[in-house]
């Protein structure tokens, strides 16, 4: 059987549907810069179509991190909205707690680097005090605030930066 991803283009619009890993240890979250991309992120990627997104998020982590993860509770859902490259962007986000069991900083950055699908992803561990996650672009822009104050339940999330 093929694999699609869950994204599309609609009249110079595009829709996502992804899932991302909120991997925190020792004060530090795990964040990831896809080739010179001028923006982070956390470790994830797009949902394929008839895949649960726990399950994606576990495939993507295999196939970005190449190491086992247990992936926890969901934490967030979210809508962005959001423009780059000329397009603007709808997406669907499902935010789970992971753990890399026996992985953590070790003061090396990039803590490691692979390559997925043709692009060099840099793995970074940031602290969530100061100002570090800022000045890495972590998107989308309400993440920080949020990874620094997680909520005791699921919550959902709509963020209009068009």
């Not at 994606?56 to 909205?81: C, Y």
């Not at 397009?87 to 935010?95: K, S, T, V, Y």
């Not at 070790?106 to 602290?127: A, K, M, Y």
Request: include cysteine; charge should be negative.
């Amino acid at each position: 059987m093929s694999r699609h991803v869950i994204s599309f283009p609609i009249e110079g619009q595009r829709f996502n549907y992804r899932v991302a890993a909120v991997i925190i240890a020792d004060g530090h979250v795990l964040v990831c810069r896809e080739d010179d991309d001028t923006y982070t992120m956390l470790p994830g990627g797009r949902v394929e179509l008839g895949e649960p997104s726990r399950l994606s998020l576990e495939r993507e982590i295999a196939e970005e991190l190449a190491m086992p993860a247990e992936v926890g509770a969901l934490i967030a859902t979210s809508e962005s909205f959001y423009h780059r490259e000329e397009q603007d962007f709808h997406e669907l986000g499902f935010f789970y707690s992971a753990v890399l069991t026996g992985q953590g900083p070790n003061g090396i950055s990039p803590w490691l680097v692979r390559q997925d699908e043709g692009h060099d992803l840099h793995f970074h561990w940031v602290p969530l005090v100061g100002d570090a996650l800022e000045k890495m672009n972590l998107l989308p822009a309400w993440l920080p605030a949020f990874l620094r104050d997680l909520p005791e339940g699921s919550v959902h999330i709509v963020d209009d930066a068009r």
